[in-house]
């Protein structure tokens, strides 16, 4: 089987994808500055329809707004932008750099009942439209009070209503918008660099549909807005509706560096910092106190045990000295935990790489999809990791069956995943969600999931051909009886409390990165990101070290497993704080809003399991070699 591997074309699709994806990182649309001439045109691209509340976004010509003259279709997409439902077209709106706009019609639109039937629905929904111009998106300005120092905090909250909430069944639409650029003049260069893209929408009943009569209307109504809102009737055949604009163009002292900065605000920062300093301080405290038990409970116990006679009786007077001949006994299920922390290997490594890319600045916001596309590329390069260090482990155990441990390799968590995935896709499907994968875009990501399995079996061979990592005792034939344990040592419960202390070090940004995915904010802290992930590293090795310890002193030596699960064990609390969050923070509404939710949740949850899971396995097993290397060199 791997003979045959040696004359594949798997080394030439991976050059395509590496260039494939080295060029998607590099070729970062709008990041280079954009310099603008007095009256040069500006594009405006129309980006999906989101709401808070149904998590399904729709592409902005689903609804019935006034489609431009040369077509809808959307600009070129990457793969990340097909995933997370990115449709970025043109549009007719008219923008001249500098020029200001007080009233101009767009465009007037005959709507069928069906169509004023869909926008009721959406403005019940609180849906959004997300506008881009020069790579910026849309926001609306918003200012609350923080609670720190009760000072007022400006920041951008993403898209803008298409529509408002007039009393109860009463909708109204949103058929006039104000839009507000904000550009930085440079004096050397001569140019004009958009910084910030503001949306004001409101709502104007027109009674004359004319160019000339509409715009007149506009400009002695849009201000106040709203004298006489358009409400969308119920039962209707017909409803003729007038969409007009104005522009406003505002100089700012906002270099074209920092245009970024108040999107990527979205809410108090100051209280966010402080949450994660204070955060970071407990977690470190408390693993430095872990790591001070441990280290004098082991001290202790090798002082006693050179104090002591060199007889047996006196040695076996230990407990975790007591298992020396079973404590290296293979586990059960050894191709399942052999597969499973393999693979947690490769989503930690996913996670590094892709952190790496994102501290290194090129997984910008403005870059849109990329952080998806990493992701994606790096699980498929990663899953030589998996089939390596499953070998290496199931070598360990003195596994015979490979065939069983090749497949299940390659397809037992992928496989899940995917079905997951599969069926998920298939509700957006069926909701007519704008981030449904196509059918040439799933064949796409198959041939490069395609590349996993060579690169898996890749990985499995060479983790074969190394030697056999030695373990320093053999193990007896006959295995030793446990005794009955306390209950805070058996296997629920020792799980459960060993899973705390992790969840602890995230917890914080975990509200903060869930914020991002469901309520459409912007994350963009890596750097605190990646502090955390130090923190959780260390605490899953920290808390998988003791509850072993803890563990084989009760003469239980089944830590294997034990290992593996108490440092996943905070996906458990992950998973629970999800449900929390969804009732507490969300409204969302519809059944299949509410399985996408879960099933996202689950894989996330997964992905978090077997990642700590293998970072507490590894530990310990360098913590139990070392102990017992000490004692009975």
Known sequence: MYEKMKGSPTILFLVIISAHFVSSLWYIPGVAPRRYLPNEPVDLKVDKLTSEHTQLPYGYYTLGFPQPKGGTNPDAENLGEMLTGELKQPSDYILLMGSDDSCQLLGVKNLTKAEIAEFRLRIQEDYKANWIVDNLPCATPKTVVSGVGDKKVEYYESGFLIGRKEGPNVLALNNHVDITIKYHEETKTGGNYIVAFEVKPTTIKYRNFTREGAEKQCKEEASPPGLEPLILPENTEFLQVAFTYSVSWVKSPTPWASRWDIYLKMT??????????????????????????????????????????????????????????DVFRPPSNPTLLAVSVGTGVQYFGITVVVMSFALAGLLSPSNRGVLVEAFLYSLVFMSSLCGYFSARNYKLYNGSNWKKLVLFATLLYPGLLGSIFIFLNIVLWEEGASSEIKILTLMEMGFYFALTIPLSLAGTFFGYKKPKTEIPLKVVPIPRQIPEQEWYLKPAAS???????????????????????????????????????????????????????????????????????????????????????????????????GLLYFGYTFMMCTFFFLLTGSIGYYACLWFVRTIYENKFD
């Open 495 to 593: 799980i459960l409390i060993g899973g705390i202390l992790p969840f602890g070090a995230i917890f914080i940004e975990l509200f903060f990165i869930m914020s991002s995915i469901w309520l459409h904010q912007f994350y963009y802290l890596f750097g605190f990101l990646f502090i955390v992930l130090i923190f959780l590293v260390v605490t899953c090795a920290e808390i998988s070290i003791v509850m072993c310890y803890f563990q084989l002193c009760s003469e239980d030596y089944h830590w294997w497993w034990r290992s593996f699960l108490t440092s996943g064990a905070p996906a458990i609390y992950m998973f629970l704080y999800s449900v929390f969050y969804y009732f507490s923070r969300l409204s969302v509404i519809g059944f299949a809003s």
């Open 268 to 325: 108090d920062n100051q209280i966010h910092w402080f949450a994660i300093i204070n955060s970071i301080i407990v977690v470190l405290f408390l693993s430095i106190m872990v790591a001070m038990i441990l280290a004098r409970a082991l001290h202790k116990d090798f002082l006693n045990l050179q104090m002591q006679d060199s007889s047996d009786d006196a040695v076996e007077e230990f407990g975790w000295k007591m298992v020396h001949g």
